[in-house]
């Protein structure tokens, strides 16, 4: 049996999950982690390229563990990337494995309120929706949501509406999808219907994760210990590599 291949993927702590950090990214960390060694990395080094508050910072690096946790993510493949370091060398071998990119299939999630751009945080708190988000918050927003402005060719699917079929085909909610989708093509789906499917779709699925971040945040010393130890097991690793490398090369360890 083949060894299994090694993902590498990393993340800014820059604030609050919204659905399209989870559904675009960190689903396929969860799922990924049953087929490959995985390495997820929360890289504070990159947030400091613009303006920041250091104590915010901090707290942003370990809310943002904290919550990768909740949605499934194994912190036995966390580390806290301090460095981010690049070799580039010809030293006459292979020493590195030449990475492939690794392809997913990624719902496109959108503003609720502006459909025409992408679920953002920088573009204000009515055009995302946070993960960890209470149940009323949630179905507020997407009762709000902007669904059919009215100039929609027929039979062509709004962008609002095409974003709400998006957030509950991403739940993986298959039954409610197909239901609704044959009501449109049909010509008798409600939008008030739609609007309360997605809020049920997405209430049933954040509920799990806002409990496992109650238990979590519980005991924020255990999460601390854990990361803090897979980030020296990590490193040590890298420090493995980068004295190979170094002999490599033909500069001295010391």
Request: with cysteine; hydrophobic share 35%; net charge positive.
């Amino acid at each position: 049996m083949s060894a299994r291949k090694t993902v590498l993927s990393a993340i800014q702590p820059t604030g609050n999950m919204h659905l399209g950090n989870y559904f675009g990214a960190v689903k396929n960390w969860v799922d990924l982690q049953e087929k490959y060694t995985c390495y997820y990395g929360v890289v504070d080094y990159h947030a400091m390229t613009m303006p920041y508050d250091v104590q915010k910072l901090r707290t942003n690096t370990w809310d943002l563990i904290t919550n990768l946790v909740a949605v499934g993510v194994n912190p036995e493949n966390l580390f806290i990337q301090y460095i981010a370091q690049r070799f580039n060398f010809q030293a006459g071998k292979e020493y590195f494995v030449l990475p492939d990119a690794l392809y997913t299939e990624t719902p496109k999630i959108r503003s609720t309120a502006d459909p025409s751009k992408k679920m953002s945080k920088s573009a204000g708190e009515k055009h995302y929706i946070n993960v960890f988000a209470d149940e009323e918050t949630i179905r507020r927003q997407i009762k709000s949501a902007v669904t059919d402005s009215g100039d929609t060719p027929a039979g062509k699917m709004a962008e609002g509406v095409e974003n709400l079929f998006e957030l509950i085909k991403a739940t993986g909610n298959k039954t409610d999808y197909d239901r609704l989708l044959e009501d449109f093509h049909a010509g008798t789906l409600k939008y008030v219907d739609l609007k309360q499917v997605t809020a049920d779709n997405l209430v049933a699925m954040t509920s799990g994760f806002i409990e496992k971040k109650k238990e979590i945040s519980s005991d924020k010393r255990k999460l601390k210990d854990q990361v803090k130890q897979s980030s020296f097991e990590i490193r040590k690793r890298a420090q493995e590599t980068v004295r190979e490398v170094k002999e490599l090369i033909g500069l001295m360890n010391v």
